[in-house]
């Protein structure tokens, strides 16, 4: 077995392969870039090795200085994990050159595999249903357009060396085919050096359906079952789940033996996922291979017992796989959510900043237990606007598929994370979602359940209200509604007792929270030595409270009585934002101080359109003295290897442009300034 690998990648896989490498005695090297200097799997390895600047293209999709950082450290293979350079022929060719084992499979397996076209046409040959399209060389814009209209709309544009839903668009109509083929090609050039696409016709309903493959040195190939890939936005995938709903023992034969004789046609070796688009009937069609380890294989290690990782390791070290087909069986169910920073209700935007909260459920463990969570996140990481915006995946595991839910559920509940936007909320409602629990899958999920998924904001009710009120009160220092238990010793200076009683008090104390929506004024008032009031909106309740400190001065663990009815909750401040943990989900207050606020000024307006996240300027559409129209796209940013379009709001005439092509901007930063009608 190896001694030493080298992990040609970050977050979460690194330290995925680093924890496994280590159970087998394998020591581990990270490389780095500078945005990652500290990153958590760099601390997971036994070595790191800088390798360049934050841009991937200056480190991670730097093949020489992968290369040569494994030979400075004396490693003998290298683990590529999965993005970056994982699907990269030449980079195995470079491997192979240096003498240095690459852990997946061979340049040729991956060149016929690894590209759309190329696969699609191998599929063709060994008989296995395609989906209507064009999957050839001719990458002529109107010849495209061409073979799209003859196939009927709406299409699919997919880029050829394609994935993670990067390099994709769905045309409803001839008239913006030639825009959004721009668009797929820019993304296509950025995300993977490499614009060819093809056509295919857009599937209505589809299911999206994966079988994860093995294939070893000897000729040995094994299928370990599926994985239901369907709940996606933007063609990215939200949840996995294993076994597929619905799935019958003869499909998912059929299926399984069709991914193994493809991989079998080009003496595939190593870990590999054929991915299918399944009609609601059961109908199935090739849509790719993915010639690495998937981002969602934990929910196969759940459902098989067995580490994915360490049978690429062994079969790399050119041992035969360690079961046949007929030793494999499904346990259970087991499904997996990807924790993003991102703003599901800002249309999913990435989200940048500092993790200054970050707590997980408590049993993270492996393969074969109830909860597990994978990541490369630590509290006081930051997520950049260089990588993807991942900050962990949560898996869990049931008896069932009603019990898999269930503990999702509860592991969403158990949570938190401060600091920028996150997808816990809405994933939260994705597994309360009939569609979902009822498994009417689809990938069109998310769009047709908009309204549940996207409620309205409603009234923040009493409870948390309360609950925040009692949180401001610990948080100065009064931690119960029995003045007793906020002492310590017998006696106490009346005028330091943290009892909360002030000078001519009055009416109470008063506290304004606002739920980004409107204020609440609520009035507390200690009636007695131990009874206390809160007015709300007019309506007088008896509170009583006892909360306790959890990981720091600013975290409590609150026990409220609101008239009698009794509750629990999680409160977490940053800064002036309150965070509420409870059995019904997270709210996000805020607690304004009105004194450190007495002095600011007016809010400066802007004048023009601003950037909604970090990013970089990769097209601009206009220039100064353009009249546009509300609607038009101006200009075109890329964040997290992601395209977002700004759009004008109303009509006017371009006055000036702040931001040339390539530059990167801030969010908030003013790129275009429109000259409107008053």
Not at 399 to 407: G, H, N, P, T, V
Not at 510 to 535: C, E, F, R
Not at 648 to 663: I, N, P, Q, S
Request: proline share 4%.
């Amino acid at each position: 077995m190896f001694k030493k690998i080298l992990i040609a990648n970050r977050g979460e896989i690194a330290c995925r392969v680093a924890r496994t490498a280590r159970a087998m005695g394998i020591a581990t090297v990270a490389v780095y870039s500078d945005a990652d200097r500290h990153a958590a799997h760099v601390q997971a390895c036994d070595e790191a090795v800088y390798i360049g600047g934050s841009e991937p293209a200056n480190s991670y999709l730097r093949i020489d200085a992968i290369i040569e950082a494994a030979k400075q450290t004396g490693a003998e293979a290298i683990h590529p994990g999965y993005g970056f350079l994982a699907e990269n022929g030449h980079f195995v060719e470079a491997c192979n050159q240096a003498g240095i084992k690459f852990i997946g499979p061979s340049a040729a397996a991956m060149e016929a595999m690894g590209s759309k076209s190329a696969a699609k046409a191998l599929m063709e040959k060994a008989g296995v249903p395609l989906v209507p399209g064009y999957h050839g060389d001719n990458q002529d814009p109107a010849f495209l357009h061409a073979q799209a209209d003859a196939i009927s709309y709406p299409v699919l544009i997919k880029a050829s060396a394609g994935g993670g839903g990067k390099g994709m668009r769905i045309v409803n109509s001839s008239d913006e085919f030639i825009s959004m083929l721009e668009s797929c090609q820019r993304e296509a050039r950025s995300s993977f050096s490499n614009d060819h696409v093809l056509i295919e016709r857009y599937v209505n309903k589809p299911r999206h359906i994966e079988i994860q493959i093995f294939g070893d040195e000897h000729g040995n190939y094994v299928y370990l079952f599926e994985r239901d890939c369907s709940v996606q936005r933007r063609h990215q995938k939200v949840i996995e789940e294993a076994p597929a709903p619905g799935m019958t023992e003869e499909r998912r034969r059929a299926m399984g033996e069709a991914a193994v004789n493809a991989a079998r046609a080009v003496n595939y070796v190593g870990a590999g996922t054929v991915e299918f688009i399944a009609e609601q009937d059961g109908t199935f069609y090739f849509m790719e291979m993915n010639t690495r380890l998937q981002v969602e294989h934990p929910v196969t290690e759940m459902i098989t017992g067995y580490d994915l990782v360490e049978w690429q390791l062994r079969i790399a070290n050119n041992e035969a796989i360690p079961v046949q087909q007929a030793d494999l069986a499904i346990q259970g169910h087991a499904i997996e959510v990807r924790i993003y920073a991102e703003n599901p209700d800002n249309d999913f935007l990435p989200s940048i900043g500092q993790l200054n909260h970050l707590s997980f459920p408590p049993h993270q463990s492996f393969v074969n237990a109830p909860v597990r969570v994978d990541s490369g996140i630590r509290e006081g990481d930051s997520i950049s606007p260089f990588y993807d915006p991942m900050i962990a995946k949560l898996i869990v595991w049931g008896d069932d598929r009603e019990q898999a839910i269930a503990r999702m559920r509860q592991a969403l509940l158990a949570t938190h994370i401060i600091g920028l936007h996150t997808n816990v909320d809405f994933l939260y409602r994705l597994m309360c979602n009939d569609a979902f629990v009822n498994a009417d899958l689809d990938t069109g999920l998310i769009e047709k359940n908009q309204a549940s998924l996207f409620p309205p904001a409603r009234p923040t009710s009493s409870k948390a209200l309360a609950t925040a009120a009692v949180a401001y009160l610990a948080k100065h220092g009064l931690k119960h509604s029995r003045a007793a238990k906020n002492t310590a010793t017998r006696y106490v200076d009346p005028w330091a007792a943290a009892d909360y009683w002030r000078v001519r008090q009055g009416d109470g104390t008063s506290i304004t929270i606002n739920d980004g929506h409107q204020d609440y004024v609520l009035q507390l008032q200690q009636t007695a030595k131990d009874q206390w009031t809160l007015m709300i909106d007019g309506t007088a309740q008896r509170l009583e409270w006892e909360a306790s400190t959890l990981d720091s001065a600013t975290q409590f663990d609150i026990k409220l009585g609101l008239d009698g009815v009794l509750s629990h909750a999680k409160a977490v401040f940053d800064g002036e934002d309150l965070y509420l943990y409870a059995q019904e989900g997270q709210l996000r207050l805020q607690l304004p101080d009105s004194l450190a606020h007495a002095a600011d000024g007016a809010e400066v307006g802007g004048g023009g359109l601003t950037a909604p996240m970090p990013g970089k300027v990769i097209n601009i559409l206009v220039k100064v003295g353009d009249e546009v129209k509300a609607g038009d796209v101006l200009l075109v940013m890329e964040a997290m290897k992601m395209e977002h379009s700004i759009t004008a709001d109303e009509g006017g005439v371009v006055e000036e442009l702040f931001f040339d092509v390539g530059e990167q901007v801030t969010e908030g930063a003013e790129l275009i300034k429109l000259s409107t009608a008053d």
